[in-house]
């Protein structure tokens, strides 16, 4: 296994240096193939701007990764993504997106009609799903800035529209979808496990509180009774809160024969305080247990996502006149700085979900002499346990700034080089929990180049 890791890092170096590198201008060398253009779908992973206008753009931000020509402060901060890096490559322009815009809230700028950019073929989209519309940032999930999340089948449905119905053959075809997929699914589910354990945990502080405020009364079994409906009473009042619950259970509590005692601070702290520490457990047993029956559920939806993603390159790319296709597989998300953040019970879900989507992308593509299938999810967890010949410095924390007062976004798509970390973060993995750096982009292109190679594409 080591002489494997070796082996990746060697040749992804190795095509960094032979194909464009830091030594020839990228796209000088001779290919075997000449394309002329390259058409991309996916998500974030390949957005090249589709939501570089309002205030994204005033804020410098529009692809997910560190953006804007920073190569004064480092000349990796080039704020380019693998698919302009791999156009460079392959001799073509470079790509800009399909169509611009934000459907979200017109208050904060926001709301920016969608444009369709004629000669345009970057189609990806932060967010985009294979067939699903609302993915991560859409307005639907909550979110003000309103990604447009056009899903995979969409852009290619938009983009045959364009072009008359058929590709020309001489396009050079990139697909990387499955990143908005997982995130999707695992927001879904961590929000649906969040609110399960929110309702137990109410449900557990309640329960406690009124067995520890019943207990000093003459008659605890009759005392409980009028807590318990003093509280479902202050519950159902709009604007409820924890602390009116509270306040509630203790008066009715404090009238009850025998039990003035309580209405103390000093009496009722203490059970405040239990109350509070049982909610905590029961809500986290019941999040838990909830992630945990629907956690295959979701694995099963990957594999179905990934079956839907097989059928699109077949019946709507390749059967439409693509020759040259690549279809990258989902890397290794267990190892972003948010998959490393989460439980061991969590990491080994997203590896299932993952490793289901792989592996129906391998089994549909197999034998598809028109695609070469690129594995981002060996390489990307051999960058993860073995940065070191990848000249990767840090493969755990992001690049950028993440609080609201140096990024109002929160991610990557606001990152620039005015936001970064101290210090020298050019060959960090990753710029916020999920995206990669410009140096990361750096070296997917060079290996999806050697792959193109290998084919016979390069």
Known sequence: MRHTKFALAAMALAVLAGCGGTD???????????????VSFGDSLSDVGSYA?????????????????????????????WTELLAAQIGVAAPCAAVTGLDGDASKGFSVPAKAN????????????????????????????????????????????????????????????????????????????????????????VTSLVGQLAAGATNPLTAAQAIGAAAQT?????????????????????????????????????????ATADATAAGAKAGADYAAANGPALVTSMGQAATELVALVKTQILANGANYVVVNNLPDVATTPSGRSQAASTQALINAAVTAFNTVLTNGLAG?????????????????????????????????????????????????????????VSHWSFADDVHPTPYNNLLLARYVSMALVTKGWL
């Open 24 to 38: 020839p201008a990228p796209g000088a060398q001779t290919v075997k193939v000449k394309y002329s253009a390259q």
């Open 53 to 81: 206008v309002g205030t994204v753009a005033a804020l410098k931000g529009g692809k997910f990764t560190i953006n804007g020509d920073n190569t004064a402060i480092n000349p990796t901060f080039t704020g380019k993504n």
């Open 118 to 205: 004629t000669g345009c073929y970057g189609y990806a989209m932060g967010g985009s799903r294979i067939t699903n519309p609302v993915g991560s940032g859409h307005k639907l999930t909550g979110s003000p800035v309103g990604a447009l999340t056009y899903p995979l089948v969409t852009q290619v449905a938009n983009h045959l529209k364009a072009v008359g119905g058929k590709f020309k053959g001489d396009e050079l075809v990139l697909v990387m979808g499955g990143g908005g997929e997982i995130l999707a699914q695992l927001g879904a589910l961590n929000a649906a496990a969040t609110a399960a354990g929110t309702a137990a945990g109410n449900t557990a502080y």
């Open 234 to 274: 202050a519950a159902a009042q709009t604007g409820a809160t924890q602390t009116t619950i509270t306040q509630a259970a203790i008066g009715a509590a404090a009238v009850q024969p025998g039990n003035s005692a309580v209405a103390s601070p000093a009496v009722y702290g203490p059970m405040v305080t239990k």
């Open 368 to 424: 598809e002499s028109k695609v070469v299938l690129v594995d981002v999810f060996a390489v990307s967890h051999d960058q993860a346990t073995n940065p070191g010949p990848y000249g990767l410095t840090n493969v755990t924390d992001t690049a950028c700034d993440l609080s609201v007062a140096k990024n109002p976004l929160t991610s990557s798509l606001g990152c620039n080089g005015s936001n970064l970390k101290s210090g020298d």
